[in-house]
């Protein structure tokens, strides 16, 4: 991943609606929510909710499938997973020593508010 997909990866998130959206399809693993679940769940106008689903969607952030007239939408964990990774490939100049930390919190089985 390049600095400016990063970059448009955090604006896509950095938003409070957008990132509830984010967490609640990553809550989600696998499976996908329809547009319309999605709405229900967070309480978002339909025609609110498109908007920040094509912001997300265009970061790289999400994917989306089409099922007859509905559109499904997941997490996409391998794009967060590069995101995460450029954060952190010159972590501590390359001593992993120091960064114990952050490996054991990307390492725990259950994480708290998720």
Request: charged share 15%.
């Given at each position: 991943m390049d600095q400016l997909k990063a970059i448009?990866?955090?604006?896509?998130?950095?938003?409070?609606?957008?990132?509830?959206?984010?967490?609640l399809l990553v809550k989600q693993a696998e499976n996908s929510l329809r547009a319309s679940d999605i709405s229900d769940r967070l309480n978002i106008?339909?025609?609110t909710l498109s908007g920040h689903l094509a912001i997300l969607k265009r970061a790289g952030l999400l994917r989306a499938t089409r099922h007859q007239r509905e559109i499904h939408y997941a997490a996409d964990i391998e794009a967060m997973n590069e995101l995460i990774?450029?954060?952190?490939?010159d972590c501590c100049d390359g001593k992993m020593d120091n960064c114990g930390e952050i490996l054991t919190l990307l390492k725990k089985p259950e994480r708290q508010n998720v």
């Open positions: 448009e990866a955090f604006a896509a998130l950095a938003q409070d609606t957008r990132m509830s959206i984010y967490r106008v339909p025609s990774s450029f954060l952190l490939q």
